[in-house]
């Protein structure tokens, strides 16, 4: 397991985000696609920090390898902050990316203040070692329709004034840059070494 990292996550969009950052650094990236037999974990927490360390120590303890978990979603300053924890849900259990973007734009229909925020709180769980939790945030606003293919999840209507385009308009390197993703693994490794994983 040298120079590997498990992410408990069964995002496809997260783990290509994640081996696309990690694999520069010398790491492979191992998440919950490559053990089809682990159950999802229940993401009961009422923040991003506290179904973060869920993932990460849940799976930590099935597997007693060191693991990290992203916690991640999308919060509308018009909405209160929603859909924040139930980003992935918005529009019902089946985690349907475009149902959830329809859902978020109907919402938003006649809605002048389209800020936003993606938020990711990135959990460190080693076996008999305290957890920590880092967050990256990514500034935006809601578009009123989609734009571009890239990314995952909402990012065809999350625009970034700064660029003039949609996240999903972005390279996969840029997105890389600066999105909230990055931004948490960024605090993290301030922190820590990614070697001691
Ligand atoms: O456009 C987006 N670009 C992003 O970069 C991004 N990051 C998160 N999200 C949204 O937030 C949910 C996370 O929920 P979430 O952390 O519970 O993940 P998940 O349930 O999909 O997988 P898991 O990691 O829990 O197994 C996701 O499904 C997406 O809807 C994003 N949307
Ligand atoms: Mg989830």
């Known amino acids: 397991m040298e120079n590997t990292i498990v992410v408990a996550t069964k995002n496809a969009g997260k783990v290509k985000e994640f081996q696309n950052m990690l694999h520069p650094k010398g790491f492979s990236v191992l998440s919950l696609l490559d053990y089809e037999e682990i159950e999802d974990v229940e993401e009961t927490g009422t923040t991003f920090e506290e179904n973060a360390k869920l993932k990460a120590e849940t799976i930590c ?5 060191p693991v990290i978990a992203d916690d991640s979603g999308l919060e509308v300053d018009a ?6 924890v139930y980003s ?18 109907q919402e938003l229909e006649g809605v002048g203040n389209r800020e936003a925020r993606f938020v990711c709180a990135l959990a460190v769980a080693i076996p008999d070692k305290p957890s920590a939790v880092f967050r990256g945030t990514c500034e935006g606003e809601i578009a009123h329709e989609r734009r571009g293919t890239n990314g995952f999840g909402y990012d065809p209507v999350f625009y970034l004034p700064e660029k003039k385009k949609t996240m999903a308009e972005l390279e996969k390197e840029e997105k890389n840059l600066i999105s909230h993703r990055a931004a948490a693994l960024r605090h993290l490794q301030e922190t820590l070494s990614l070697r001691d994983l």
């Open 61 to 65: 303890e099935v597997l007693q390898t």
């Open 79 to 84: 909405l209160g902050g929603e859909p924040g």
């Open 88 to 105: 992935a849900r918005y529009a019902g259990e089946e985690k349907d990316d475009n149902k959830n973007i329809d859902k978020l734009l």
